[in-house]
């Protein structure tokens, strides 16, 4: 499955990372995704969270730092 998500929708993306389960190397579902604005990536996250893809309803929300 692909998403494409166009840039003239949400502002321009600067960095993807796609997360892997260590074992399988299958994709986990997760991505962390940085936006060139904090304007344009609030919108992202205010209209995507909770959107349907493929059957399925995304979680979008802005990442915090790992609790160590």
Same mark, same amino acid.
């Given at each position: 499955?692909?998403?494409?998500?166009?840039?003239?929708?949400?502002? +321009?993306?600067? /960095?993807? %990372?796609? =997360?892997?389960?260590?074992?399988?190397?299958?994709?986990? #579902?997760?991505?962390? &995704?940085?936006?060139?604005? +904090?304007?344009? /990536?609030? %919108?992202? =996250?205010?209209?995507?969270?909770?959107?349907?893809?493929? #059957?399925?309803?995304? &979680?979008?929300?802005?990442?915090?730092?790992?609790?160590?």
């Amino acid at each position: 499955r692909q998403m494409c998500i166009r840039d003239r929708d949400y502002g +321009a993306v600067t /960095a993807v %990372k796609f =997360i892997k389960d260590r074992e399988t190397g299958r994709f986990r #579902g997760i991505a962390f &995704v940085e936006m060139e604005d +904090a304007a344009a /990536a609030a %919108k992202a =996250i205010e209209e995507l969270d909770g959107a349907e893809y493929f #059957g399925r309803n995304m &979680v979008v929300k802005e990442a915090r730092p790992p609790k160590y």
